[in-house]
């Protein structure tokens, strides 16, 4: 019995894009916890990482900062990617303190 051949796609010009959504990086991820090095290594084969930090956090940046050390930890290639950085909930805050609050952490993030 003869094996059918799977059809490939058509070729085309485009570029396609892929996204890795990582909601689970734990600490200590480097070193196996949680998912572990295998979760890493996906993540590794993103040209660029986008860190979305919730503002509703008791500490914004250290949360940020947690997840770049496991970053760096795990290997120094997936620690030089380029980043966007999104600093989300910010809905939560009102008036001025929005706008005070949302100045204070963008201004701590940029710093690292």
Not at 1 to 11: E, G, I, N, R, S
Not at 80 to 95: S, T, Y
């Amino acid at each position: 019995k003869k094996k059918k051949k799977k059809k490939k796609p058509p070729v085309s010009d485009e570029r396609g894009l892929v996204l890795a959504d990582v909601p689970g990086l734990i600490e200590d991820a480097h070193v196996g916890k949680g998912m572990g090095d295998a979760f890493l290594k996906h993540v590794e084969r993103c040209s660029v990482l986008l860190h979305v930090v919730d503002a509703t956090a008791e500490d914004p940046l250290a949360d940020f900062l947690a997840i770049e050390r496991e970053l760096a930890a795990y290997s120094a290639t997936l620690a030089a990617k380029p980043r966007v950085i999104a600093l989300n909930k910010v809905d939560a805050f009102v008036g001025h303190d929005q706008d005070v609050y949302v100045e204070r952490v963008a201004r701590d993030l940029r710093q690292r």
